[in-house]
């Protein structure tokens, strides 16, 4: 053979090789796009991220929900953002927080040392919990005789006592863990309004 095809041939021999060896590997299947409306359509992918424990990780929901026994107690959604343990060999995913929504008799109150939600919203936060009201069409349109429906945030990352009793310090800083949780029920409140239809 002339010296001068000896390079093309031997890149034409790889080349087969590649071929062969790309055939037996199965091809990359993609993964599913991940969901980005959770929690019952409460948040979207982005702003159920913004509340973290610090440890970072792929984020995911465990939904559910239920009827109460009487028509006062219609609604009660459940949902418990959780997060990938990268070093967790079982990959079992940790919760981060938890998000209720439920009818209520009781009238909104205020918690002593709280933040308001703004935007004319009725609710409050602080860095471990956080609480809205949604407006007063909302019940009936969400199937309950009820008075009132309120969406309930808890974060037990930021819980103080918690904290203490494990003699651990905040893994998010207190005024950005509240800024999240501002944000968090502001769209929790739009969202909900917008999917039931239920504005003032």
């Not at 819980?159 to 769209?187: C, H, S, W």
Request: glycine letters at 8%.
């Amino acid at each position: 053979m002339d010296k001068k095809w000896l390079p093309l041939t031997i890149t034409l021999g790889v080349s087969g090789v590649a071929v062969v060896v790309a055939s037996v590997w199965p091809d990359n299947v993609e993964k599913p796009p991940l969901p980005q409306s959770l929690c019952h359509g409460a948040l979207s992918r982005e702003t159920a991220e913004l509340i973290d424990d610090g440890q970072g990780g792929e984020i995911s929901t465990d939904e559910w929900e239920s009827k109460g026994g009487t028509t006062d107690s219609a609604v009660f959604k459940g949902c418990r953002v959780l997060r990938a343990n990268p070093y967790d060999e079982n990959d079992n995913p940790r919760g981060v927080y938890k998000l209720v929504i439920e009818d209520t008799p009781s009238p909104p109150g205020r918690k002593k040392g709280s933040t308001s939600l703004g935007s004319g919203l009725v609710g409050w936060a602080l860095p471990e919990r956080a609480t809205v009201t949604l407006p007063a069409g909302c019940p009936a349109r969400m199937g309950s005789t009820a008075p009132y429906i309120r969406v309930w945030l808890d974060v037990p990352s930021q819980d103080e006592e918690k904290l203490a009793r494990l003699e651990r310090k905040r893994p998010v800083d207190a005024d950005i863990a509240l800024r999240n949780n501002v944000t968090v029920m502001q769209e929790v409140a739009t969202r909900l309004v917008k999917r039931y239809d239920c504005a003032d």
